[in-house]
Structures are given as C-alpha cells and as structure tokens.
C-alpha cells in the first residue's frame, strides 16, 4: 500500500514563500513520477508541476513558472514543492501524487494512482 502524506502548507501573506513536502512509504518511490496538483472550491483538479524519477526532467503549469520549484530526494522518499513569490490566486489545497510508467500524460490527474489527502494553502493580500 502506498501512501502519500503532505505537510507544509498554511497561511502566508502575498509575495511570501512556502515550501510543500510530500512523505511517501513503500521501497520504490525512485520508480514513481511525482506531481503537485491543486484545487479550490467548485473548480476542477489541476496540475502544477511535475518531476521525473531522477528529477532530470521537470514540468510547471505555466501559471506558476519562475515561481515555484519541484525537486525531490529519492534517500527520503520525499518530493517537495517550494513556492516563491506567492499570490492571493495561489490559494488552493495543494496535493500530491504518483504515477508509475512513462513521462507521459504527466499534466493529467486521470494518470497518477496514488494522491495524498491534501494540504490547504491561503495566500492573504
């Protein structure tokens, strides 16, 4: 059973920065593609960034390129997500997932299989 575990958000005032983790179990977190997603209230889930299984290649909405970072530290099974610079839009609750497989269909929530529960961002003016 994997399970994802994010930690990391809270309040922040605009132009703040906020760095995200996501805790993995299991003993292949290396196989996995990570992403971040996030979701506000009546909108659908949408992808912010995602990293490859060695952090060679990364992808960003373009939203939020220049301001927020991916990485990930397979010895600790850990992918993070720092956030510069942020804005009042930034406000969502930010999940993570995996996928295994190819770097492919790394945009779409519909390809990853395992999420974490979520964790709330509030960006203030």
């Known amino acids: 059973q994997v399970q994802l575990v994010e930690s990391g958000g809270g309040l922040v005032q605009a132009g703040g920065s906020l760095r995200l983790s996501c805790a993995v179990s299991?003993?292949?977190?290396?196989?996995?593609?990570m992403g971040w997603f996030r979701q506000t209230p009546g909108k659908e889930r949408e992808f912010v960034a995602a990293?490859?299984?060695?952090?060679?290649?990364?992808d960003y909405t373009d939203s939020v390129k220049g301001r927020f970072t991916i990485s990930r530290d397979n010895a600790k099974n850990t992918v993070y997500l720092q956030m510069n610079s942020l804005e009042p839009e930034d406000t969502s609750v930010y999940y993570c997932?995996?996928?295994?497989?190819?770097?492919?269909?790394?945009?779409?929530?519909?390809?990853?299989?395992?999420w974490g529960q979520g964790t709330q961002v509030t960006v203030s003016s």
């Open positions: 997932a995996a996928k295994t497989g190819e770097w492919y269909e790394i945009r779409l929530k519909r390809a990853y299989e395992y």
């Open positions: 299991g003993r292949t977190f290396s196989s996995y593609v």
């Open positions: 990293i490859s299984w060695s952090g060679s290649w990364t």
